[in-house]
Every structure is written in structure tokens, then in C-alpha cells.
């Protein structure tokens, strides 16, 4: 019986990582099929301009040009940017450095912005390996306290309006249009305004940063034509800190979700398999019965564990 078992959790690792494999194949197919032309067309027009340059211009030579390239790109990188006859600084001033600490510890790396010195790079390992669990043990908490606040409310309306089921979907589906309009819908708006980003720019950028994705295409406070007020990037933190949170618990839910549907699926082939034992007398009746209840009584478990909210760690789904 235990062979068994460890035989068909094999064959349902395989199959998950089947289908983990493939996803990735399918989202891979995709993005190149959007993407490539736009790239392949950004690089003919980029090629068009440095040789349209060069011709316009006799006096400049092809590898000064390029060295020029090199350095203006290196130097963006570093956060400084050409301003006329000046340059302009600030990513590196304590709004700035801010940020990127939150950005470092939050997992997010962005990847704009990195450190240069070397004793910048070692501090940035050690600062990280204390902030990271520093952070995910903020986060957890953070989860708990909104999942509380949930329960706590849906047993108030259990006990205003006696209900019992409604009470529990109404608040499950309050706590998350009210975590999709101040996490996902409404900052946009604010990215819109400060940074001139359409709003599905804003949008994007909402959820690459709280999923902790991080690509880097967009960050917030980094245009040097644009001035930001002083409570931006502090407001934008504390945006990012709650936010992670409410998403850590929505990915968790969805993981519970998955891994109640295996479950059940299981017990469903395991049920199929006893009844056909059970026909061609390999084994007593009372061994298969007893077995499928021990499967009903899996599925009754972990189904009260779903509609009980019994849920411990929101950051594991990080």
C-alpha cells in the first residue's frame, strides 16, 4: 500500500512538472510571437539613426560615436542623466536610497538602479540577508492582522443577520474588490498623474512590482524632466509593504485551491481503483470501504479547512 502511494506521487510529480514545463512553453510562444517584431523593428530603426548620423555628420567618426553611446548608457545606469549643459542627480539622495532598500528587501530588484562601489555590493548582501526574513516575517503579520479584520467581520454579520455561509462569501469577496481597487485599480491613476504613464502602464507596473516580479522597465521617481513631491516614493513604500501582503494572501488562497482540486481528483481515481478491485474480488469489501472513507473523510477535512479561513503562513506563497 505504501509503494503505491509513493508510486502515484511520483507519477503526480511528474505530471505537475509536466504541466509546469509546458506552461512555460505556452507563455514563451507567446511573448516571442508579440515581442519579436517590435524588437526586430526597434533595432532596424536604431541602426537607421547611427548611420544616418554618421552621414549627416563627416566629422564624426564611427568609433568616438560609439564610445559616446557606451558612456551616455553606463552613465543612465548610474542614474545620471544629461540635462543640457548639465547633469542630473538624485537617485542616490535618501528618498532615493529609500527606495532602493525597500526594493532590495522586498525581493523586487528592479534592477534600474544597483550599487556600484564595492563596498556598496558588500553591504547590500549583508543588509539583505537581515532584511529579507526582517521583511517576510513584517509581511506575515501583516497578512494575519487583514485576515483577522475579515473574520472578525464576517462573524459580526453571523451574529447582526444571522447568516452563515453569506456572511463568510460577502467578506471574502469585500476584502478582495476592496484589496483590488487600493492595490491594482486606483494606483494607476496616481502613477498616471506623477509619472505620465497611460494607466495600463500603471497597471502593469502595480502588479510586476507587488508579485514581486520586478522587471525594471518602469519605476516610479525616476523621470529627470519631472519634479516628485517629498511624500511620493514614502507613500509608494507603504503601498508596495500592504499591497505584497494582500497579494501573498490571494496567491495563497489560489494554492489552496489547487491543492484541494489534486486532492480531491486523487481520491476520486483512488475510489475508481478500489471499485474495480473490489469487482474482480483482489481484495474484501471492508478494506475497500474502509478506504474509501478514509478518502471522504481527506476531502471533508481539507474542505473545512478552506471555508474555515485556517490559514497560517501568507508569505510561503512568495
Known amino acids: 500500500m505504501v509503494a503505491a502511494r509513493q508510486r502515484q506521487r511520483r507519477w503526480g510529480v511528474l505530471m505537475l512538472l509536466a504541466a509546469y514545463v509546458g506552461y512555460l512553453g505556452l507563455g514563451a510562444a507567446v511573448l516571442q510571437a508579440l515581442e519579436r517584431p517590435a524588437e526586430v523593428q526597434a533595432a532596424q530603426h536604431l541602426l537607421r539613426e547611427h548611420w544616418e548620423l554618421l552621414a549627416n555628420n563627416t566629422c564624426l567618426q564611427g568609433p568616438a560615436l560609439q564610445r559616446l553611446i557606451e558612456g551616455i548608457i553606463q552613465a543612465y545606469k548610474s542614474g545620471v542623466t544629461l540635462q543640457g549643459n ?3 542627480l538624485g537617485r542616490w539622495d535618501y528618498s532615493g536610497s529609500f527606495f532602493f532598500s525597500i526594493s532590495a528587501i522586498t ?10 562601489t564595492a563596498v556598496g555590493r558588500i553591504f547590500c548582501i549583508v543588509f539583505a540577508i537581515f532584511g529579507i526574513p526582517l521583511n517576510l516575517v513584517l509581511l506575515n503579520e501583516i497578512g494575519h492582522l487583514m485576515l483577522l479584520g475579515v473574520q ?30 487600493l492595490f491594482l485599480l486606483l494606483p494607476p491613476l496616481l502613477f498616471s498623474d506623477k509619472e505620465g504613464w497611460s494607466y495600463e502602464e500603471g497597471l502593469y507596473y502595480s502588479f510586476i512590482t507587488l508579485s ?17 513631491p517629498r511624500w511620493y516614493k514614502n507613500v509608494i513604500s507603504l503601498w508596495i509593504l500592504f499591497g505584497m501582503a494582500w497579494l501573498a494572501l490571494v496567491i495563497k488562497f489560489c494554492i489552496n485551491i489547487l491543492e484541494s482540486s489534486s486532492d480531491f481528483c486523487q481520491c476520486n481515481k483512488k ?11 483482489n481484495k474484501n469489501s471492508m478494506t475497500g470501504l474502509q478506504n474509501v ?26
Open 152 to 181: 472578525h467581520c464576517a462573524r459580526r454579520l453571523e451574529e447582526v443577520f444571522h447568516w452563515q455561509t453569506k456572511a463568510s462569501f460577502l467578506m471574502k469577496t469585500c476584502a478582495l474588490v476592496t484589496g483590488l481597487l
Open 212 to 228: 514581486t516580479i520586478g522587471f525594471g522597465d518602469y519605476v516610479i521617481g525616476m523621470n529627470p524632466d519631472r519634479i516628485y
Open 107 to 116: 525581493t523586487i530588484g528592479y534592477g534600474n538602479l544597483s550599487p556600484s
Open 271 to 281: 475510489n475508481m481503483e478500489m471499485a474495480e478491485d473490489l469487482m474482480d474480488g
Open 293 to 318: 472513507e478514509i478518502c471522504s473523510d481527506k476531502d471533508t477535512k481539507m474542505k473545512g479547512q478552506v471555508e474555515s479561513h485556517s490559514y497560517r503562513a501568507p508569505m510561503e506563497a512568495l
Open 86 to 88: 548639465t547633469t542630473s
